[in-house]
């Protein structure tokens, strides 16, 4: 609940940043430059660290010699994200246009600051999730998500509304917990030692995932930069501002990974305890799939919250691309029920098919990009997302129930599944009223418990 919680908060926070001020401030074409250089950042925050980072924690939870797997992490990773860094830093003027799609070596320059401050303070939240410091790991990313919109503020109020800014508070307040958690790690990795056997046995066991990364982030990015391909600068912005407001079901599904990853590692070896996992499945998809379905009922119209002087949540001049939020929030839950059935990999230490079936999705999210966007636009890009997490959730449960002979135990969340599909569409096809939309959220909620009931507290807890 702790992890949840207080990821709930941190990216409300964000999405405050992210929406509200953004969106108000700048143009979709301004969002849509700003928009590349987190595309850069946050593709290369995953590939750099080589799949360290899952090593890291599959090691350092269920194994001994914690402050040797940690030191060697920590070392390797740094390592590379330096070396990076200055390398592009030296080739800024002629890599800018391709890593951010802008003749702008100032802002490539303020990117990488905020890629490797983000790269080593990853590492350090992980260190406090494996830990079980999970208030810490919450304390410190809300410091970090106010200090950022201090600083935007601050920033563009007293200078000018330039999209560099936003890359400036962020620099800044990366640096702030960057600081914060050097104070942290460092004690804990006193006496430990380099070792080549462990860097080995690190990079031996975090390769699949670093190929799960570049899959990963293909499908999370590559439809931004093929929007902005096919489309333009102004297209990518008004994509990826309702593409953030949807983040909302993301910030839930991985806010629950954070707690269910060293959760599932400590249980997984043990006959009951993959029983009860077994039963988490099915709870907690139930609870992705009702939140998905309020969620999209409500949310493109809470957006629209008038703020004062002309101003909403999200700007007026974003609401083309709000129909791409249900189907962006969709694709969320099924990269949930994908997590949830990550360990039986772990189980039967088969991690390396993770990324297999993340490529499956990779390869359908790229091709149905390209097939999809020049036809019809922004929905394309969410349908193709959608169909990439659809596929790797139901590939690995058809792997899981062939070569694992596990039991079905879907039939119930089919139903709702399918129940919730049906009555969505069908509702946007009609003009309903507030009343009614409560009438039909109270109805759903009832129909979902009378077919599976879920003790919500106890799911949370878990």
């Excluded at 489309?231 to 912005?237: K, N, Q, R, S």
């Excluded at 360990?343 to 088969?350: A, D, E, S």
Aim: include cysteine; charge should be positive; hydrophobic fraction near 55%.
């Amino acid at each position: 609940m702790i992890y949840t919680g207080g990821n709930v908060l941190a990216r409300g926070l964000n999405f405050i940043i992210q929406v509200s001020i953004w969106s108000n401030l700048f143009s979709p074409d301004a969002y849509g430059q700003i928009a590349y250089c987190y595309v850069f950042i946050s593709f290369l925050a995953v590939i750099l660290p080589l799949g360290l980072d899952a090593a890291f924690m599959n090691y350092y939870v269920r194994g001994n010699n914690k402050a040797t797997y940690l030191k060697n992490t920590l070392f390797l990773i740094s390592a590379l994200a330096f070396i990076f860094v200055i390398l592009v830093m030296l080739l800024r003027q002629q890599i800018a246009p391709i890593a951010i799609r802008q003749d702008s070596g100032k802002l490539l320059v303020i990117s990488l600051g905020i890629l490797f401050f983000d790269i080593i303070n990853n590492q350090g939240l992980l260190y406090l999730r494996a830990e079980g410091k999970a208030m810490l790991s919450v304390i410190l990313q809300n410091i970090e998500i106010l200090v950022r919109l201090a600083l935007l503020l601050i920033l563009v109020s007293s200078i000018a509304k330039d999209i560099q800014y936003i890359l400036w508070a962020n620099l800044a307040s990366s640096a702030v917990i960057f600081t914060v958690f050097l104070f942290i790690i460092l004690p804990q990795m006193r006496g430990a030692k380099l070792s080549g056997g462990v860097l080995k046995e690190l990079l031996i066991f975090g390769s699949p995932f670093l190929l799960s990364g570049i899959f990963d982030r293909t499908i999370e990015l590559a439809d931004r930069r093929l929007v902005g391909y096919f489309m333009g600068d102004e297209a990518t912005g008004l994509y990826v501002a309702s593409y953030t407001v949807a983040v909302l079901m993301r910030l839930l599904v991985l806010s629950f990974n954070a707690g269910w990853q060293p959760y599932f590692l400590s249980k997984v070896d043990r006959e009951e305890g993959r029983a009860k996992l077994d039963k988490i499945y099915l709870q907690t998809a139930v609870i992705f799939v009702a939140i998905w379905f309020i969620a999209s009922l409500w949310v493109p119209e809470l957006v629209k919250i008038p703020l004062g002087q002309g101003k909403n949540i999200l700007n007026a001049s974003y609401w083309e691309g709000l129909p791409v939020i249900p189907v962006i929030m969709g694709a969320y839950v099924m990269m949930g029920l994908y997590f949830l059935q990550l360990p039986v990999l772990y189980h039967l230490k088969k991690t390396g098919l993770n990324a297999v079936f993340i490529g499956i999705g990779a390869v359908l999210n790229l091709v149905l990009n390209i097939i999809l966007i020049p036809r019809i636009g922004i929905m394309g890009a969410a349908i193709a997302t959608a169909a990439a997490y659809t596929a790797m959730s139901i590939g690995i449960r058809i792997w899981s129930l062939v070569k694992a002979n596990m039991k079905l135990h879907d039939l119930k969340l089919m139903i709702i599944m399918i129940l919730s599909l049906i009555i969505f569409i069908g509702i946007q096809h009609v003009e309903i009223g507030i009343l009614l939309k409560i009438l039909i959220s109270i109805t759903y909620l009832a129909m979902v418990y009378f077919i599976q009931p879920v003790k919500i507290v106890e799911a949370l807890k878990r």
